[in-house]
């Protein structure tokens, strides 16, 4: 699959991009979706959040995480001291599933090599999974309302290395659109976040 191997970070994610439109991964979703959802911020981000998949005002877009859950989530970088532009964000699904409906396994699967090629390029020290969908797709086997805000580690074959492995610290988090309407859930959020200015900190890369 995709080998980006010159450029700058910024120029090896547009080729991934680009990649996945060529390749027209999703095609069932391609179709519905008015615009991709590739991800925004910066490639060179300490840390990536990684939600579900684009909702109505992503779609119209083309940004991840513009809706109420991404003013939820803004709130939470200004909680700890972040911006938008200092982190990456971007979901597994690059496309507006209809209605909002749940994933499907085969479009996890299909979208997932892209996702963890975007990661490579990034080579962030933390990845902070928004939700039980970007978590299980690293950690298939955990509960979120058992591990959130506890890091992780998951060793695996790299995509854009292959004979190689690559490590990913991970931070279970609930997706922030979870706790639009429980106050119990955007405590629980807000005080998950607290545990990343420290771990950036200490995670040496
Ligand atoms: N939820 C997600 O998981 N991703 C978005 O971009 C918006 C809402």
Redesign the pocket.
Known sequence: MIAPSLGDKQAQLDQIKADMIKQNICPNLAKTATNM?FGDGSPNAEIVFI?????K??DLTG?????A??KFLNELLEHIGLRREDVY????IKYRPPQNRDPLPEEKAASWPYMQAQLEVINPKLVAT??R??MNCFLPDLQISKVHGEFQKVTLPSVLKPGTTVEFAILPLF???AAIYNRGLRQTLMDDFSGIPGALKQITK
């Open positions: 959802v939600g579900e998949a684009p909702g005002n992503e940004l991840p995480f513009v809706g859950a991404g964000i971007t979901s597994i928004l939700g969908h970007s997706h922030p659109a």
